[in-house]
């Protein structure tokens, strides 16, 4: 980890990597390193993806060759579940997919009774479902996991538990993980970042804050954990403006730490996400914002 006060690695991060081949491509597109163009440096894909095989082998020759940074994107929202639905009933609808959202977890962990008990079992289950089938693809990462979640349901009490748990089922060392909690100072210095930001999103960020403290100690011991931005202007980062990085960047400099900036480039038609039923997730998964994302972190190309 950098010193207090030193230079900070900017991180440039995709989150949902491997939903398709296509989109997949279209992602290693905007790395420099990986024969694109654009400043990607870092990825997070799902494991429970149809695609999962394909994907991996597709990214596997630059994660070996040390070109992008590559993590696991635990997935317990979306999609079906890698172990067996009859395994996790608590998880699942009728459909066999992910039936909860965020804030379905966060009331499951306010519960006193034995289905709270029963929905974290089996999410350790399926976390480590997903932990071994990322591992088969890529074992020399056993000792130098990284990890995030999607909708950073890792952040809910009950869910945390549930991976940690997971981790020492699967004999898995995490050594970076997300803190996805974001200042709100560097957008607050100017009107026109005033103006880009969602209210939702700010609610978002302080819910996630108040959610830190059940986490923080677990997830920087013995982890590296960046500083974070992808929360006030998440669903239009394209919004995001190099002096607003750049101030970002300062901040984290202070603390220490790197920046990790987060995004969700490359738009997949409805009927190829992971769950077509699942509207909301569907929808933002085929977003036009996902390419304007797409189009900035091109922007960013650190090549001369």
Excluded: W
Aim: proline share 6%; aromatic share 4%; glycine share 6%.
């Amino acid at each position: 980890m950098n010193t207090k006060g030193g230079l900070v690695a900017l991180i440039i991060h995709a989150d949902d990597f491997g939903i398709t081949v296509e989109q997949s491509k279209a992602i290693l597109e905007l790395s420099d390193a990986c024969g694109g163009h654009g400043a990607l440096s870092s990825m997070s894909m799902f494991a429970n993806s149809p695609a999962f095989k394909e994907c991996a082998e597709l990214v596997r020759p630059f994660v070996d060759a040390g070109k992008i940074k590559l993590g696991l994107h635990l997935n317990i929202v979306e999609g079906h579940p890698v172990s067996n639905p009859d395994d996790v009933p608590l998880l699942v609808n009728e459909r066999g997919t992910f039936s909860h959202s965020f804030m379905g977890y966060l009331m499951a962990s306010t519960l006193r009774t034995g289905d709270r008990d029963g929905i974290r079992e089996q999410l350790a289950r399926e976390f480590s479902e997903q932990i071994k089938r990322y591992l088969e693809a890529f074992p020399d990462q056993r000792r130098n996991l990284r990890v995030d979640t999607h909708q950073h349901t890792h952040m809910v009490p009950l869910v945390h538990d549930a991976l940690l748990a997971a981790c020492r089922r699967t004999d898995c060392l995490v050594t970076t993980a997300r803190l996805p909690v974001e200042p709100i100072g560097p957008h607050l210095k100017s009107p026109r970042r005033i103006a880009a930001i969602s209210p939702v999103n700010l609610v978002k960020d302080a819910l996630l804050a108040l959610l830190a403290p059940h986490c923080r100690e677990d997830l920087e011991e013995g982890s590296h954990v960046a500083d974070f931005s992808g929360i006030v202007l998440s669903g239009r980062m394209q919004k995001t403006t190099p002096d607003l990085i750049s101030d970002m960047e300062a901040r984290a400099a202070e603390q220490g730490r790197d920046l990790e900036v987060l995004f969700h480039p490359i738009s997949v038609p409805v009927e190829q996400c992971l769950d077509p039923e699942n509207l909301p997730f569907a929808q933002a998964c085929a977003s036009p914002n996902r390419d304007a994302e797409a189009e900035l972190i091109a922007s960013l190309s650190t090549r001369a």
